[in-house]
């Protein structure tokens, strides 16, 4: 029989090489991801940037440290404390003391992630002077980079200033450096400090005080966002987890359907040889022969591939900000070992599960059912795909009845569809005849005879039809799948926030520091507007008594809210919130109205509270609401305005701008506050799910036309009958492409049928949650996949059918298999 596989081998190169670039294509994406993966599991050490300079950095107490029976939980706090005054004072006592503020800056002309910073702290990067010299006014100011140069007018949002010089861009930041005083004015909050004393002494000083002393590599922890690394780590692990897990899915499904499609092309060859007295042992034992060469060299060509795609991905996913700059590919071996058996393994499976029905066919039986396929949906086939359909049913079932906001991540919204996909193609046998007979039903009552060929060769080739609609199938449920649920989540955000304001005017303040008390009052003193102010902080609970849960909380009057925003209350009423309640959601362990409430604020202050009304779940994004008294340290960054009665819009809007014009605060309409707000994916989800798409469809595009390549190869004998019985060249070529559009059509629906199921199982959980919105279909995207999905299918089918009749009729129909 080895002898037989080495000549099959020799003879079938079409459905040979089609196997092995399948199989080469997955085998290198897993190897692709598995690098990536890998090499994202470790950062390099980071170093001091702005303090590199500084002796020590004292800085106020920044983390809630909350004790548990399993240790202590910990949360960074929203309202940092700063060093307490007696402390200063000692520290002052030992050496030069100076305090760091930062802010954001907006300048016109000028980067978008402009900080403020005192010019005493320039020397602690250091910076030193490029260009000009240091501020010494108020209006003065020094830049880093080129965007200002020196004797530059900057219209700023904390007012007009000259920059007198720059200093040479060190690559972390962009800054631009006020007086000591200027800075103090524009933020007078200041959390660490910079000290030229003796670290020892400077502990000694701090000692309960809550303030942390950082020396050494410690001090990269007062610069901004020093956890920066991790997070990038995290970020990355997920992203190429996911790519990892969707890149084996939809390899291991289309090699799998390709091993499986090519070995069943052979049933007449199989036939033959159990007619000549060949046993079912023998047939799979020739099958293994055959597969094992195509798995292992395919498979270490597909490490060979990966081992050149890693590097690539490192840059784009870089050069896209998915990654860090120092993000590039380790010297790893377990992602080739894990590409390549797994690479290996599928193939000998998908080919064994293939062949095994063959080898079981009696010879008389497998010569008839070569001709058109019947007894495809096998007992096995229809049990697993059963299977995993009710699985998928019941998955779905106990997360609607347990957690439905479960259902809403990202994670979850990504891996739920390859269950259902699975089990959709696995049943895909089915439903190919009668969908296939739906579909060409009205072709087929044209005039000429070539719509009802195109109906019945699509419907007796079941098999060949199944193999070609399987890739289309993954592309197109994966596409409307992962797009649909980040649309469908952001109408369900979007909807939230016009059921939600009730304001005719909401005002915004520039940067992190908010409105301060004068600009509040000329807002408040504007005729005919009814203000209510808003400060962001945080709420901190400790839920089941082991986990420190942190919520957004919004700072508000209680008598002003009423009027601009319409909360999504389940139980209690706005009215009750006082400075001794909280209004919570129904997310929180404890949320019956009347509880008290252990929780802690956002500077990390411990309070009981009462909840005076619950909101429902919704997206996740209710938070919850306190009075200002339970806000220590936040500033109002928001401000909504409705109209008292008789009052004229266009003169309230008016004097909303006059009263933040010196501020540079902006005034919305609530259409456009709405429009302003309306939730999108951001950049980084974004890119990462059309990473992780692009991967897969990419895969499954080239398996589509692989697959559609060794389809029409065994159909030449047919395409050459046609000839003979009178059909044109063009007549033929028109059949072709005709049928392949027939297949992807069918692919196309079943996969919007798992995409469709998808999210309505997300609107399921919408539903449970209160939340509004409908099911949102990437329409654009799905026309897109699907119209590129045909165009392969035809070029890949009607180029090899022009190649195959090029030959005479008579010697392409008498050729042997």
């Known amino acids: 029989m080895l002898s037989v596989a080495l000549r099959t081998l020799r003879t079938r190169w079409v459905t040979f090489t089609g196997s092995f670039v399948a199989l080469s294509l997955g085998v290198a994406l897993l190897a692709v991801t598995g690098l990536a993966l890998a090499s994202s599991l470790d950062a390099p050490e980071r170093r001091p940037e702005?303090?590199?300079?500084?002796?020590?950095?004292?800085?106020?107490?920044?983390?809630?440290?909350?004790?548990?029976?399993?240790?202590?939980?910990?949360?960074e706090l929203a309202v940092p404390r700063g060093v307490p005054a007696a402390t200063v004072a000692k520290l002052e006592r030992l050496g030069t003391v100076v305090p760091d503020r930062s802010f954001a800056v907006r300048a016109a002309g000028g980067p978008d992630?402009?900080?403020g910073h005192p010019w005493s702290t320039a020397a602690f990067a250091p910076y030193e002077i490029e260009a000009g010299r240091a501020p010494r006014a108020a209006g003065e100011v020094v830049t880093t980079g080129d965007w200002a140069e020196p004797g530059r007018s900057v219209r700023t949002d904390r007012g007009t200033v000259r920059v007198v010089g720059t200093v040479t861009d060190?690559?972390?930041?962009?800054?631009?450096?006020?007086?000591?005083?200027?800075?103090?004015?524009?933020?007078?909050?200041?959390?660490?400090?910079?000290?030229?004393?003796?670290?020892?002494?400077?502990?000694?000083?701090?000692?309960?005080?809550?303030?942390?002393?950082?020396?050494?590599?410690?001090?990269?922890y007062a610069d901004a966002d020093p956890d920066r690394?991790?997070?990038?780590?995290?970020?990355?692990?997920?992203?190429?987890?996911?790519?990892?897990?969707?890149?084996?899915?939809?390899?291991?499904?289309?090699?799998?359907?390709?091993?499986?499609?090519?070995?069943?092309?052979?049933?007449?060859?199989?036939?033959?040889?159990?007619?000549?007295?060949?046993?079912?042992?023998?047939?799979?034992?020739?099958?293994?022969?055959?597969?094992?060469?195509?798995?292992?060299?395919?498979?270490?060509?597909?490490?060979?591939?990966?081992?050149?795609?890693?590097?690539?991905?490192?840059?784009?996913?870089?050069?896209?900000?998915?990654?860090?700059?120092?993000?590039?590919?380790?010297?790893?071996?377990?992602?080739?070992?894990?590409?390549?058996w797994t690479g290996l393994l599928v193939a000998l499976c998908g080919a064994v599960a293939a062949s095994w029905r063959a080898g079981r066919t009696g010879p008389v039986q497998a010569l008839r059912e070569a001709s058109a396929d019947t007894g495809v949906m096998t007992r096995g086939r229809l049990l697993f795909g059963a299977g995993l359909l009710l699985a998928a049913v019941v998955t779905l079932g106990v997360a609607l009845a347990g957690d439905p906001g479960d259902l809403l991540h990202?994670?979850?919204?990504?891996?739920?569809?390859?269950?259902?996909?699975?089990?959709?193609a696995l049943l895909a046998p089915a439903v190919v005849r009668p969908l296939t007979r739906l579909l060409a039903w009205l072709p087929a009552r044209l005039p000429g005879a070539g719509g009802m060929l195109v109906r019945e060769n699509a419907a007796a080739g079941v098999?060949?039809?199944?193999?070609?609609?399987?890739?289309?199938?993954?592309?197109?449920?994966?596409?409307?799948?992962?797009?649909?649920?980040?649309?469908?989540?952001?109408?369900?955000?979007?909807?939230?926030?016009?059921?939600?304001?009730?304001?005719?005017?909401?005002?915004?303040?520039?940067?992190?520091?908010?409105f301060d008390a004068q600009t509040?009052?000329?807002?408040?003193?504007?005729?005919?507007?009814?203000?209510?102010?808003t400060a962001s902080s945080a709420v901190y609970v400790l839920e089941e008594g082991v986990a420190l849960v942190r919520s957004e909380a919004r700072a508000v009057e209680p008598e002003a809210l009423a009027a601009t925003t319409r909360l999504p209350l389940a139980a209690g009423r706005v009215a009750d919130l006082d400075d001794g309640s909280i209004v919570v959601n129904e997310e929180w362990e404890r949320h019956t109205v009347g509880d008290r409430v252990r929780v802690w604020l956002g500077d990390g202050t411990r309070r009981t509270l009462r909840i005076a009304a619950v909101m429902t779940t919704g997206t996740g994004d209710n938070g919850v609401y306190v009075t200002p008294a339970n806000a220590p340290g936040a500033a109002v960054g928001r401000v909504d305005v409705a109209l008292a009665g008789g009052a004229d819009s266009d003169a309230v809007a008016a004097g909303l701008r006059e009263a933040v014009r010196s501020l540079g605060g902006e005034v919305f309409t609530r259409e456009r506050w709405i429009a302003a707000t309306h939730p999108g994916t951001d950049r980084t989800t974004r890119l990462g799910l059309l990473l992780v798409l692009g991967i897969a469809l990419l895969y499954t595009g080239i398996s589509l036309v692989n697959t559609m390549v060794m389809a029409t190869s065994d159909q030449v004998r047919d395409l050459?009958?046609?000839?003979?019985?009178?059909?044109?060249?063009?007549?033929?070529?028109?059949?072709?492409?005709?049928?392949?559009?027939?297949?992807?059509?069918?692919?196309?629906?079943?996969?919007?049928?798992?995409?469709?199921?998808?999210?309505?199982?997300?609107?399921?959980?919408?539903?449970?949650?209160?939340?509004?919105?409908?099911i949102a279909l990437p329409w654009t995207a799905l026309g897109v996949v699907v119209a590129a999905c045909a165009l392969s299918a035809v070029v890949s089918a009607v180029v090899p059918a022009a190649l195959a009749l090029r030959r005479r009729a008579v010697e392409s129909a008498g050729a042997r298999e």
Not at 52 to 74: F, I, K, N, S, Y
Not at 191 to 202: F, H, I
Not at 331 to 339: E, K, N, R
Not at 524 to 532: F, Y
Request: charged fraction near 15%; hydrophobic fraction near 50%; include cysteine.
């Open 50 to 75: 702005r303090f590199a300079a500084a002796p020590v950095v004292v800085r106020g107490q920044d983390t809630l440290r909350v004790p548990t029976p399993v240790g202590d939980r910990t949360h």
């Open 113 to 115: 992630d402009l900080v």
């Open 170 to 220: 060190r690559g972390f930041e962009n800054a631009v450096f006020y007086t000591d005083a200027q800075a103090a004015r524009l933020s007078p909050a200041s959390v660490q400090l910079a000290v030229d004393a003796d670290p020892a002494a400077v502990r000694d000083a701090v000692r309960g005080s809550g303030a942390e002393v950082l020396t050494g590599n410690a001090r990269r």
């Open 229 to 340: 690394d991790g997070e990038a780590l995290t970020a990355m692990n997920a992203l190429f987890g996911t790519a990892g897990g969707v890149t084996a899915f939809v390899s291991v499904f289309v090699v799998a359907s390709t091993f499986a499609f090519a070995v069943a092309q052979r049933r007449r060859e199989f036939g033959l040889l159990r007619t000549a007295g060949a046993t079912p042992g023998q047939i799979r034992r020739m099958v293994l022969a055959e597969a094992a060469p195509v798995g292992v060299l395919a498979s270490a060509a597909g490490c060979v591939l990966g081992a050149y795609g890693a590097p690539a991905l490192a840059d784009r996913v870089v050069d896209g900000g998915l990654a860090p700059s120092w993000f590039a590919i380790g010297d790893h071996t377990w992602p080739y070992h894990m590409a390549f």
């Open 410 to 424: 990202r994670k979850t919204y990504v891996s739920r569809p390859m269950l259902l996909i699975t089990a959709v």
């Open 463 to 514: 098999r060949r039809t199944a193999a070609i609609a399987a890739p289309v199938l993954v592309t197109v449920a994966l596409a409307g799948s992962l797009l649909g649920a980040t649309a469908t989540l952001d109408e369900a955000k979007a909807a939230e926030i016009r059921e939600r304001t009730a304001a005719a005017f909401v005002v915004t303040a520039p940067g992190d520091t908010g």
């Open 520 to 533: 509040l009052d000329r807002l408040r003193a504007v005729p005919g507007a009814e203000v209510s102010t």
């Open 720 to 774: 050459a009958v046609l000839r003979l019985a009178g059909a044109t060249h063009g007549q033929v070529l028109r059949l072709v492409a005709a049928e392949a559009l027939l297949v992807v059509a069918v692919g196309g629906l079943l996969g919007l049928l798992v995409a469709g199921l998808n999210l309505a199982g997300m609107r399921a959980a919408l539903g449970l949650l209160s939340a509004p919105g409908t």
